[in-house]
């Protein structure tokens, strides 16, 4: 049996293993701007971005989602019918929650849009 891949996805399966592993995909671009985008410890970079490509009965459903850096792990998150300021700030509202962050002002957010 030959070994899959996913280029574009992000599972390989292998003859010797029938579990899924985890392989990183290809770059989509490069990081022109070259950001700095490793941190020291938790909570101290955090990543925002938006999805809004999530169709559903009731119309379209936005999410944001924000990434701590350091857990690689999402910390909080927002859903909502419309892509406004309420989205981000429940999203980073339950992000603090979630992280119990004592000193939000060490805390730097990166997001799109």
């Known amino acids: 049996m030959q070994d899959l891949l ?3 996805g992000r599972r390989a399966r292998s003859a010797a293993s ?3 592993k985890w392989q990183p995909g290809p770059s ?3 990081d ?3 950001r700095d985008v490793t941190a020291d410890g938790p909570n101290r970079l955090w990543l925002a971005d938006i999805e809004h490509r999530a169709p559903s009965r009731r119309g379209q459903a936005h999410l944001r989602a924000i990434k701590d850096v350091w857990s690689n792990r999402i910390v909080g998150y927002s859903i909502d019918s419309r892509m406004d300021s309420r989205l981000v700030v429940n999203a ?3 992000a603090v929650a979630a992280t119990q962050l004592t000193s939000p002002q060490d ?6 849009r």
Do not use: I, M, Q
Request: hydrophobic share 35%.
């Open 18 to 20: 029938d579990e899924a």
């Open 92 to 94: 980073v509202r339950t």
């Open 28 to 30: 989509v671009h490069d």
């Open 32 to 34: 022109l701007v070259e």
């Open 107 to 112: 805390t730097r957010l990166e997001g799109t």
């Open 6 to 8: 996913w280029h574009g």
